[in-house]
């Protein structure tokens, strides 16, 4: 099982505050702080401020609102995490997510579209930006030295 934080804000192995057990299922809407762990099957929406595992045997089929998403069971909805999602073989999330840190190990899946912190997404057009108008320059020269030799 998985509970607290360790130095970087990652879940450990200590201090669960709720569970959802594999053969129970559970639907409604739930707030919680610390750690939910589920292993069951759960319809319906999650709210914390905090983290939320999902164990290989866990399903959840709605919309996840945390701090950190740590999946290696399915997930079918939106999820949003302010700090960050990890999906770990044999993980899958289907459905849109939002998150400024992603990581997804080899096996996983996730089906959907990804929204990055909008920063990121500022800095990577910055980059593209630079890059289309290095290009341009390459190509402005190359035109020049054919000119030259007609």
Request: glycine share 16%.
């Amino acid at each position: 099982m998985l509970g607290g934080k360790d130095q970087e804000g990652l879940p450990t192995t200590e201090g669960v505050n709720a569970f959802v057990g594999r053969k129970t299922a559970f639907q409604g809407k739930i707030r919680f702080e610390g750690l939910f762990r589920i292993d069951g099957k759960y319809d319906g929406e999650i709210l914390s401020g905090d983290s939320l595992f999902i164990g290989e045997t866990g399903e959840v089929n709605g919309q996840i609102n945390v701090q950190i998403l740590v999946v290696n069971g399915k997930v079918n909805g939106n999820v949003k995490a302010a700090k960050r999602i990890e999906i770990h073989s044999p993980g899958e999330i289907l459905g849109d997510i939002q998150t400024p840190v992603l990581v997804i190990s080899e096996g996983a899946v996730f089906v959907g579209n990804c929204q990055m912190e909008k920063m990121r997404g500022e800095k990577i057009s910055s980059l593209k930006a630079r890059e289309s108008e290095s290009a341009e320059v390459e190509e402005g020269k190359k035109g020049d030295v054919g000119s030259e030799t007609t």
